[in-house]
């Protein structure tokens, strides 16, 4: 089973459990803690080692977070302890992330531009993508600085990127200069 089918069906459950217990806000911010978590050096391995027994890493996750997440995000990391899927629970917690974005009509995106802009550029940007409904209406905003842009702008959102700058004009036209049409191609 691919990566992607797990992590959503591991978050879709999580995200139904959160509905009804009316915490989808506390378990956003458990997710967020447990994906920082998926991120220390000493944790990777203990997730993903083969090794260890589920019932030590149930005991581990019990002794880590028990004190520091909702009982309904500790059940659910026992579960999936128990299913052996721990190795992907960075990809589950960013899923469910996904969902709650969705629900509560957000969108993340990050914005590259070539020098700094001032908020209301960078707004002016976001209300064509937003006209446009690539975005919705609220948006999470990340903002970024690479002078290699030589001008324009860059977005990245979801799994879609959107391109303005002079430097990938410049690599479209040096590819269109570097064809010759005076050669027949077979």
Known sequence: MSIARIANRYAHALYQVAQEAQKADKIFADTEY???LCDHKEFKPFLKSPIISVEKKQNVFKALVSDKV????LRTLLVIAEHKREAFLKEICLEFQEMYYKNHNTSKARLVTAEPIS??????????FKQKQL?????????EVDTELIGGFVIYFRDQVYDASVQYKLSQLENL??????IKNF
């Not at 975005?135 to 999470?140: G, S």
């Not at 200069?177 to 005076?182: M, V």
């Open 177 to 182: 200069f570097s064809e010759n049409l005076y």
């Open 34 to 36: 447990l994906k920082d």
């Open 135 to 143: 975005l919705a209406t609220n948006v999470l905003l990340t903002r």
């Open 70 to 73: 909702s009982p309904e995000t």
């Open 119 to 128: 908020d209301a550029q960078a707004e002016s940007i976001l209300a064509e």
